[in-house]
């Protein structure tokens, strides 16, 4: 079974509603992180949380809220989508670990949205 | 976090050693060099990271120079499932912050027949 996995795979949604996509994982991380990916780009991070008492933004958060549900569950919301959000989500872990681990994080499948 | 940059592409024929480069003159002291990798459309990968020291797993093998402001990292018998964009990423590693990592736009490798 998948460490991190996430859902729904794919979406299809309209401007202006609101959407949520879900991620859980199995490996007993504290730290969440959720990131999009626009074709051709590298990925950017929306959120990220510590634990789930802490919620963080990323570079691009504008226009994303999160909830930390358990520690287990990070779910990403869009008010209201727009066009313009049309991308690919990842989710992905990782543990404080020592030193250089610190850093290895592990993702999810990904979430395919599209907004029209 | 120090800037880095790879070539867009690649191409490596199968069976061979891919040496994908990566230069990041600005890095400090405390920072390590991370390699990930995206399968067409798939979550990243972590493949290997290092400090200083040379080092090697099961996926690859990493060489970083004396001075640090680059690296290699070294696929030693190329795959057709090695295809894929490989992502260099320096970053601290310092558990009192986040493991916030930035992801560029990488190098995409074509390992052909």
């Known amino acids: 079974d998948a460490d991190v996995t996430q859902t729904p795979r794919n979406r299809i949604t309209k401007t202006g509603k609101r959407i949520m996509l879900e991620c859980s994982q199995t490996?007993?991380?504290?730290?969440m992180y959720w990131y999009r990916q626009d074709p051709g780009l590298g990925l950017r991070l929306i959120y990220y949380?510590?634990?789930?008492?802490?919620?963080n933004k990323g570079e691009i958060s504008d226009g994303y809220s999160v909830s930390r549900q358990a520690q287990a569950k990070f779910s990403l919301s869009l008010e209201s989508a727009i066009p313009n959000q049309t991308a690919l989500y990842f989710c992905?872990?990782?543990?404080?670990?020592?030193?250089?681990?610190?850093?290895?994080?592990?993702f999810g499948p990904g979430t395919r949205l599209t907004v029209l | 976090d120090a800037k880095t940059t790879q070539p867009t592409s690649m191409d490596c024929a199968e069976g061979r050693a891919a040496n994908l480069p990566c230069n990041h003159s600005?890095?400090?002291?405390?920072?390590?060099v991370y390699w990930y990798r995206q399968i067409h459309s798939q979550g990243p990968q972590y493949i290997i990271h290092?400090?200083?020291n040379n080092e090697t797993n099961e996926m690859a093998s990493l060489i970083i120079t004396e001075d640090r402001k680059s690296s290699t990292l070294i696929l030693p018998h190329a795959t057709l499932r090695d295809t894929a964009v490989y992502y260099c990423?320096?970053?601290?590693?310092?558990?009192?912050?986040?493991?916030?990592?930035?992801f560029g736009t990488g190098t995409r490798l074509q390992v052909t027949l």
């Open positions: 990423i320096v970053r601290v590693a310092n558990t009192g912050t986040a493991s916030k990592l930035t």
């Open positions: 600005t890095i400090s002291g405390n920072e390590y």
């Open positions: 490996k007993g991380h504290d730290r």
């Open positions: 949380s510590f634990d789930v008492k802490d919620i």
């Open positions: 992905a872990t990782s543990d404080p670990g020592t030193s250089g681990r610190y850093n290895e994080q592990f």
């Open positions: 290092g400090l200083k």
